[in-house]
């Protein structure tokens, strides 16, 4: 059974930078074709693509964001990490990461719950 788990601070300060981590299980981060997104939702507001890591660790990182955001892959651990830096309250949201089976057909096919970051002094 595919999982995924993120964890993060839950709340940071402006400014600040944040780390949030995506631990899977069940299935290799490194299998081939499957990419590994982090999308976030604002409040009242759809779903954001950010980017992405793949199965050869490349990365990709929306437009919109770029600059402000990286994402890497341990491969010891199996998870992958989305970093962000100077945070506003505009990325106030929650964030989760999903397996991206786009090779197979397949789109999004698993995510996890969700952690709610929020950005307020």
């Known amino acids: 059974q595919v999982q995924l788990r993120e964890s993060g601070p839950g709340l940071v300060k402006p400014s600040q930078a944040v780390s949030l981590v995506c631990a899977v299980s069940?299935?290799?981060?490194?299998?081939?074709?499957?990419?590994w997104s982090w999308i976030r939702q604002a409040p009242g507001k759809g779903l954001e693509w950010m980017g992405a890591?793949?199965?050869?660790?490349?990365?990709y990182v929306s437009p919109s964001l770029k600059g402000r955001i990286s994402i890497s892959r341990e491969m010891s651990n199996n998870q992958f990490t989305l970093h962000m830096n100077s945070v506003t309250p505009e990325d106030t949201a929650v964030y989760y990461c999903?397996?991206?089976?786009?090779?197979?057909?397949?789109?999004?096919?698993?995510w996890g719950q969700g952690t709610q970051v929020t950005v307020s002094t």
């Open positions: 069940g299935f290799s981060v490194t299998a081939n074709y499957y990419a």
């Open positions: 999903a397996r991206d089976g786009l090779h197979y057909g397949t789109g999004y096919d698993y």
């Open positions: 890591v793949t199965w050869r660790g490349d990365t």
